[in-house]
């Protein structure tokens, strides 16, 4: 039998309690390409704001968070890439996305966006910054952030093989 599939054999019936937290990477690479998980608002330690963006939260704190979310997913590519050129060994981002916890009738979840969008362009650059990206407004999101940004990388050369 498969190690993968006697594991799973052997596996609980259920998840561990409530609050026993899995081992989530900050980043994952598969070959040239770096996967940075989610990102919620927090500086050291504390989150920016709390709530839904148009109700608990203004936009302009809201925009403040994307660039927190942001500038924590620039931190987890420096961790990963730190031996191999860290930010230096990204030759662009491929796409971001980004979660805006959203009142009821919020619609300027892009305008929260766009503050992640300009950290990455002036961090990375023009030709290395731009990228796709998506925007969505969600009821919630995980700690009460009120956004969260995911963000997928293209590496260099030597910095694609671990």
Known sequence: MHDAAARLAAAPDGPGPLGERPPVAAARRAGPTLIVSGQV???DGKLLAAGRVGEDVPIEAARS?????????LTAVQDELGDEGGLGAVEHVEAVTVWVASAPGFTDQHLVADAATE????????????????????????????????????????????
């Open 41 to 43: 608002a927090v500086r």
């Open 65 to 73: 968070c994307a660039w927190q979310c942001a500038r924590n997913v």
């Open 119 to 162: 950290l990455f362009l002036d961090v990375l650059g023009a030709a290395a910054g731009r990228h796709a990206r998506a925007a969505l407004g969600v009821a919630a999101l995980p700690t009460g952030s009120p956004v969260e940004v995911q963000a997928t990388f293209r590496l260099r050369g030597t910095a694609a093989t671990p």
